[in-house]
């Protein structure tokens, strides 16, 4: 349910942070020691030096934005919050054009795994 919501956060904030004509991909994949998922927003940008800042509570890239148009300012921690509580970890990266909010979270081993 709680990995549910950090989905919902991240493509939420994507789609509220991009252009009207931009795309939003979600991808999924597991490595041998975690699951990589990525949440894609084109049509965005944020800046190097603000990248570190975006997981704050309270913090907002675009300080124009109040509460009534721009949430809270909660959603990226919230996120930070719960991917930790899994034992996983949670980046922002980004481009001219594109913004990627990663997370991981470790996995059980498989039955067939020691």
Do not use: C, K, Y
């Not at 975690?34 to 940008?45: F, K, P």
């Not at 704050?56 to 934005?65: I, L, M, P």
């Not at 034992?87 to 059980?108: E, K, N």
């Amino acid at each position: 349910m709680r990995l549910g919501q950090v989905l919902a956060n991240l493509v939420d904030n994507a789609r509220r942070h991009a252009s009207p004509d931009a795309s939003i991909a979600i991808t999924a994949r597991r490595t041998e020691a975690e699951i990589v998922v990525e949440v894609e927003n084109t049509g965005s940008h944020i800046a190097p030096a603000d990248l570190p800042r975006v997981f704050e509570r309270f913090w907002r890239v675009d300080t124009a934005r109040d509460r009534r148009t721009g949430g809270s300012g909660l959603g990226l921690a919230i996120v930070t919050h719960l991917v930790e509580a899994h034992g996983g970890r949670v980046q922002a990266t980004s481009t001219a054009d594109m913004v990627t909010v990663t997370f991981t979270l470790p996995h059980a081993p498989t039955l067939d795994e020691p």
